[in-house]
T-cell receptor, first 109, second 112 residues
Framework: SQQGEEDPQALSIQEGENATMNCSYK?????LQWYRQNSGRGLVHLILIRSNEREKHSGRLRVTLDTSKKSSSLLITASRAADTASYFCATNAGNMLTFGGGTRLMVKP | EAGVVQSPRYKIIEKKQPVAFWCNPI?????LYWYLQNLGQGPELLIR????????DSQLPKDRFSAERLKGVDSTLKIQPAELGDSAVYLC??????????FGPGTRLTVT
């Protein structure tokens, strides 16, 4: 079973625009992670945010975490065509990762 | 540093046939995971190994699925017999001392 739910399921934007994806989860977590998956490829780790952190940045990525609402968001600024991929949030409790259903992002050149 | 290696990348078999997938984790990673990913969905954990011990296999359908990691390095996942509903991507991942998992490219299985 998948703990996380992601919203939207699909997102289409123009190059240069910002993309925001949201993730909600159900149980207590140690941390939350975001992954990217290009078509036909494995998952690539993007960023990890711990349960005691509220915001984290990495390059053009900005992740927020609200443990009171059990939700997280991933913001990609100044998107590029190469950002086209599926993005998954994954909650970590112990050594287990539980993935959401993903957001399929298309960035049009 | 080489990443997680999986083979084959693609496999097409007829239903009721057996199939096996192989995974070589990143050198030094003690923890190995097998995930199942259906089309349009996120990965779901099948089994987790700490060295050669399966510490979480609660989601592994044990009537037809089996896995092993005999020397605590490489691992194989087997399905016997395969069913149409087993068509999916099978992902292997490994992790070391941190919480970060590194994923292989996956094996895409098609059962006809």
């Amino acid at each position: 079973s998948q703990q996380g739910e992601e919203d939207p399921q699909a997102l289409s934007i123009q190059e240069g625009e910002n993309a925001t994806m949201n993730c909600s989860y159900k149980t207590s977590i140690n941390n939350l992670q975001w992954y990217r998956q290009n078509s036909g490829r494995g998952l690539v780790h993007l960023i990890l945010i711990r349960s005691n952190e509220r915001e984290k940045h990495s390059g053009r990525l900005r992740v927020t975490l609200d443990t009171s609402k059990k939700s997280s968001s991933l913001l990609i600024t100044a998107s590029r065509a190469a950002d086209t991929a599926s993005y998954f949030c994954a909650t970590n409790a112990g050594n287990m990762l539980t993935f959401g259903g993903g957001t399929r992002l298309m960035v049009k050149p | 540093e080489a990443g997680v290696v999986q083979s084959p990348r693609y496999k097409i078999i007829e239903k009721k046939q057996p199939v096996a997938f192989w995974c070589n984790p990143i050198s030094g990673h003690n923890t190995l995971y097998w995930y199942l990913q259906n089309l349009g969905q996120g990965p779901e954990l099948l089994i987790r190994y700490e060295n050669e011990e399966a510490v979480d296999d609660s989601q592994l359908p044990k009537d037809r699925f089996s896995a092993e990691r005999l020397k605590g390095v490489d691992s194989t996942l087997k399905i016997q017999p395969a069913e149409l509903g087993d068509s999916a991507v099978y992902l292997c991942a490994s992790s070391g001392n941190s919480n970060q998992q590194y994923f292989g490219p996956g094996t895409r299985l098609t059962v006809t």
